[in-house]
Structure formats: C-alpha cells, structure tokens
C-alpha cells in the first residue's frame, strides 16, 4: 500500500480569492449530478413526445366544420394538385365562407358533383359544374383566386407560398424576394409554351385591380 504523506492544513489566509471561487466552481456534489441528469432525461422525453405529436396526424377537432374537409378535397381537384397545405386551406376557406353566406351550400354541391362522377381534370370538373348550375362558376373563381393569389374576402391571406409563384418560380420571383444570384434578373428567362386548351368557364367581367 501507498503510503500516506501528511498533508498540512491549509490555511484560507494563504489562499488567493481566484483560487477559492475556482475550487467551489470544480466542487460538484453528488445532488448536483443527480439533479441535472434527471432534468436532461425530462426534457427528452418531453421533446421526443412533441417531436412524435407533430409527426402524427392531427385528427379533426370536435365540432369542426365538415364542410372545410370538401373544401381541400374540391380544391386538390380544381388545382390539380395531390396535397395542399392544410393551415393555409384552412384560412382560406374561412374567408370564403364569410365573403358569401351561400359559399357552405356551393362548396358541398361541388363535392357532391366531384363524388358523383370520375374527373380526369380540373378543366372537365369545372365546365361539368358551370353546366350543372352557372351560379358554381362564382366559387370556382373564389377557390381558385385564393389558391393561386392568396386572397380571401378581399383580404391576403399568404403571399410567398400562392400557387402563382410556385408556376413561375423558375423564371420571375415574388416581389420583395430575390432568391437568384448577383444581377440574375439581366439573364434571359426560359422559354414557356404558349398555351394551347382552352377555358373551362365561360367569360367573366373584366375586372381591373389596384396594384
């Protein structure tokens, strides 16, 4: 065995004020260790279960409007798209429905259609309504115009994430934003297809809009 050396008492005098707040600094109790692994422990466990309730789908609140659901599902249709971001649907919807007191009963009659018969396109969906009832064609321009500009009720909605930009995002940028390099607006844009279709509804008034 090692032997023991005596160690002679220290003496605070001769100790400098740094060294002290050091060795309470480096003094670490067995509660201390204890008390921050649990904490660590804790705090996983609850960002792991808030990392698995927003993977999770959401179910529908109690009380939710269903129409809302045929809302997204008339829209996906109308867009002619798979998904659509559900808070920005959600938003849209609300101020579609407030802009008009008839919008609910139209929405659902959209539905109601879109269920009733196999749609290939937005395009044979839209003039199928229009001929089932002309006044289908107003709301057809309410979801469409809130998709593709944002806007609901007069009121904007979203702007960087409106379907207009997605169409265009390889050429022109949305106003305020400039996601391109140095001066990328001198360079030549792409070339588009002129379109060859044709429209689904008939006319509607031309309506000019402060920018």
């Not at 944002?150 to 934003?177: C, E, N, Q």
Request: hydrophobic share 45%; proline share 8%.
């Amino acid at each position: 065995m090692k032997k023991d050396w005596p160690c002679a008492p220290v003496s605070l005098q001769n100790v400098s004020p740094n060294a002290m707040r050091m060795a309470r600094l480096l003094r670490m109790s067995r509660r201390d260790v204890l008390l921050t692994g649990m904490g660590a422990a804790v705090t996983y466990g609850v960002a792991s279960g808030a990392a698995g309730a927003a993977d999770a789908p959401s179910a529908p609140a109690q009380g939710a409007d269903p129409v809302a659901a045929q809302f997204m599902a008339v829209s996906r249709l109308l867009t002619d798209r798979p998904t659509l971001d559900l808070r920005i649907g959600n938003a849209l919807y609300a101020g579609i429905v407030q802009s008009d007191a008839g919008r609910q009963a139209q929405i659902s009659a959209l539905h109601d259609l879109m269920n009733k018969e196999q749609f290939s396109s937005a395009t044979t969906f839209a003039a199928a309504a229009e001929k089932a009832d002309p006044a289908l064609k107003d709301v057809i321009h309410d979801i469409l115009t809130g998709w593709y500009r944002g806007v609901a009720d007069g009121k904007v909605v979203v702007y960087r994430s409106a379907l207009m930009f997605d169409i265009t995002k390889d050429a022109v940028y949305p106003k305020t934003y400039a996601t391109g390099g140095p001066f990328y607006w001198t360079t030549q844009p792409p070339e588009v297809d002129r379109p060859t279709g044709h429209p689904a509804l008939s006319p509607s008034k031309f309506v000019v809009e402060p920018t």
